[in-house]
């Protein structure tokens, strides 16, 4: 028995991560390093204006001047930023006008991912915009979305149609000089999602974009914009993969959501980039600064976010409350397994009066992993009537494992009213065997255990995503017991 | 259909089954009596197959089979079922996720088609009615604040569910006023069947006024130590358990 089980374990290694598979295609790449020349030529290969080249060179010069943050629980060997490729994108003469001029091999990609690029996006009333390394190559749904006003596009479309919108919005939410990160993000970034919603307007479908590292060598610098104007609005859903490398990757997002007067916007995200094999050998670096703006009153924002990947996770969505009666969530299961190391949480800032915001965190650590969840709590003096609940659950497995949780609070308005409760539990002995005896194999059963710990959080997601993450849920915790 | 043959096992190093043997037909009902510390629970997570209970010598076969190399699940799949005295909690897992999680794990391991969540639904509510168990009681997380006797009823709810060959309730009766008793004896004797084994594992001889055995063994210190007819239980009662170990000692 024990050398088929041997045997099944190896080919089950194998299958594990199903989306490291790269695609050979040739791609365009700017000169390794970084420079103002690197600037400049991903700027020129856009054929962006001055103005955003500028903000560009300026977001450079900063940079220059930063030191990369240390704070968090993750340790990493020092990044060479010269040592790596800051754009790449397929070689094709041009931007393909629709899906048959798409290269089959990217489609192909795609197909393996689980993305239904096709008519069956029609039945699941999902319209992707799909970002390959750098560039996007393929935009569905556009019309029907064009009927109701909502523009849905790549980032670089969007500086070219929509340059008001954009310079308007823009680094309105994270600062060009927010962070480490964020910095050089809006230094390189390369492509992303705009999506802007008119006034009044509930978007007629999930938007989704699937995220795909593919080029090795090479970080991804997405930079996303979501303006959900009056009384509008918007669910947004990211997936991530990347393929399987020895080396680490960096990906440094941005994402800014703006709500304005009565509007919402729920951003959920799936993320499976490459953790790193079995004994913490490469994998994805996810240091991602997203923050939304409750600009208006009566706003509402709500990240939801399943982080079952990357090596290391460096990642708190957060929310102003700026309008009074404006409303933040927070809900974020993270799992974190074998040497994956994950320091994530939100900051809810209050400013507004009458401002509410609720954090539910499921942290689940096994193998040698390290969760942390860090979240700061904030209510300015101004702000009448704050209320925030915050509710932060950590489930550990085996015993090398761990969790942290690192909660600030500053308050400073006596009306405030803020609540924090904590537990950390294990999966019981008891638990699994009870499971087990009614026919049960152990792996699905710890499965079965973490997704009931995580059930507030998964119920939040669109439903057609949530089935999906239940799987992730049971795959990213494969060889965590036993 | 369960044979067991001179059973030593161990926990922690320590001898706590000391060359138990036992023999039950199909068909039958046997009830395991014993004080506590006779190893009554020990002898149920051993069939049942939990981690921690090793096995020094003797032997365990179900229907011809050797039980000891199958891990619990496969046990389950081959039709051993083991109602537990505490049923633990699963915490957001609806009751009825889990019983279609198990029932089609079960089904899996045979080579059976799964049954979608539909037929779940229908095949459970058939099977609830008789237990009394609610529906409001199938969409809560497992056994999470469930009473004593919601939690016994969802025991001899998966036995009826999963159908086994051979069922063993342990301390069934513990925890369980006179009503709830009753609603759970009757859901096992409606159970019985031709086909079907089961071992009644109790302290007390109340449980077996409405289960009435085959046959009784009872348990002391590792070993069977007396056997008998359903009025070895009433001796029991009448006498204590230390003056019948007195007797056969």
């Known amino acids: 028995m024990a050398a088929t089980d041997t045997k099944e374990k190896i080919a089950a290694l194998g299958e594990k991560y199903k989306y490291g598979f790269v695609t050979d295609i040739e791609m365009e790449r700017a000169p390794k390093g970084l420079s103002e020349d690197t600037v400049a030529f991903i700027s020129a290969k856009k054929g962006e204006p001055e103005w955003l080249l500028e903000w560009r060179l300026g977001a450079y010069k900063r940079w220059r001047e930063m030191k990369e943050p240390n704070w968090a629980r993750v340790h990493y060997p020092k990044i060479d930023y010269e040592d790596a490729y800051y754009y790449a994108a397929p070689k094709t003469a041009e931007k393909p006008k629709s899906l048959d001029e798409v290269d089959p091999k990217l489609l192909e990609t795609y197909k393996k991912l689980g993305i239904p690029l096709h008519e069956q996006m029609a039945l699941a009333g999902v319209a992707v915009d799909a970002v390959f390394d750098s560039v996007s190559v393929a935009t569905t749904f556009k019309e029907n979305l064009n009927k109701a006003g909502v523009i849905f596009c790549p980032m670089s479309e969007a500086v070219r149609d929509h340059p008001e919108l954009v310079r308007k919005y823009l680094g309105s939410v994270v600062p060009v000089n927010d962070n480490f990160f964020a910095t050089l993000n809006s230094a390189v970034f390369s492509d992303g999602t705009f999506v802007y919603v008119p006034k009044g307007v509930r978007c007629p479908m999930e938007l989704s974009t699937y995220f795909r590292i593919n080029a090795s060598e090479t970080g991804q610098f997405e930079r996303t914009l979501i303006i959900a104007d009056e009384g509008s609005y918007v669910s947004y859903l990211e997936g991530c993969t990347a393929p399987k490398r020895d080396e680490n990757q960096l990906h440094a997002a941005v994402v800014e959501l703006i709500a304005l007067d009565g509007a919402e916007i729920k951003y959920s995200t799936v993320q499976n980039w490459y953790p790193g094999d079995e004994e913490g050998k490469g994998g994805i670096y996810n240091f991602v600064t997203k923050r939304g703006d409750c600009r208006g009153k009566n706003s509402k924002i709500s990240w939801t976010q399943v982080e079952t990947g990357s090596a290391i996770t460096w990642k708190y969505p957060s929310c102003i409350l700026r309008g009074d009666n404006s409303q933040g969530e927070f809900y974020s299961i993270a799992i974190a397994n074998h040497f994956q190391q994950a320091d994530t949480g939100t900051k809810m800032i209050h400013l507004g009066k009458n401002t509410r915001s609720r954090i539910i965190s499921k942290g689940i650590s096994a193998g040698q992993a390290q969760a942390t969840y860090r979240g700061l709590v904030s209510v300015h003096p101004k702000s009448e009537n704050a209320r925030n609940h915050t509710q932060c659950d950590s489930l550990l497995i085996g015993g090398k494992c761990g969790a942290h949780t690192v909660p600030y609070i500053e308050s400073r308005n006596r009306s405030a009213r803020i609540e924090h409760e904590a537990t950390t539990s294990k999966i019981a002995d008891d638990q699994l065997f009870y499971c087990t005896s009614r026919g049960i194999p152990q792996e699905e059963a710890v499965a079965l255990i973490v997704n009931g710990f995580c059930r507030e959080v998964l119920q939040q997601l669109p439903m057609e995503f949530a089935v999906e993450a239940q799987k992730l849920v049971g795959i990213s915790l494969e060889g965590s017991v036993g | ?249």
């Not at chain 2, 999680?101 to 079960?106: E, G, H, P, R, Y």
């Open chain 2, 1 to 249: 259909m369960l044979e067991i043959k001179d059973l030593h096992v161990a926990v922690d190093g320590k001898e706590i089954l000391k060359g138990l043997s036992l023999s039950v037909q199909a068909g039958q009902v046997h009830a395991i009596m014993g004080p506590n510390g006779s190893g009554k629970s020990t002898l149920s997570y051993v069939l049942a197959g939990r981690d921690g209970y090793e096995i020094t010598s003797g032997s365990i076969t179900y229907k011809g089979e050797d039980l000891t190399a199958m891990k619990p699940e496969e046990r389950a799949a081959k039709g051993i079922f083991l109602a537990l005295q505490y049923p633990v909690e699963i915490p957001g897992v609806p009751t009825l996720t889990f019983l279609k999680t198990a029932l089609n794990s079960q089904r899996r391991a045979r080579g059976e088609s799964e049954i979608d969540a539909l037929g779940m639904l229908k095949l459970v509510r058939e099977k609830a009615k008789s237990l009394g168990v609610k529906e409001e009681m199938l969409k809560r997380a497992l056994n999470v604040g469930f009473s004593g006797g919601e939690k016994k009823r969802l025991e001899i709810l998966q036995m009826a569910l999963f159908e086994p060959g051979l069922a063993i309730l342990d301390e069934t009766d513990s925890g369980l006023d006179i009503d709830a008793l009753k609603v759970v004896a009757e859901g096992v004797n409606a159970l019985r069947d031709p086909s079907r084994a089961m071992l009644v594992i109790t302290h007390y001889q109340r449980l077996l006024n409405y289960i009435v055995p085959d046959r009784i063994h009872v348990l002391a210190k590792g070993r069977i130590v007396a056997e008998g007819g359903k009025e070895l239980a009433h001796e029991l009662e009448a006498k204590g358990y230390a003056e019948i170990l007195k007797e056969t000692a």
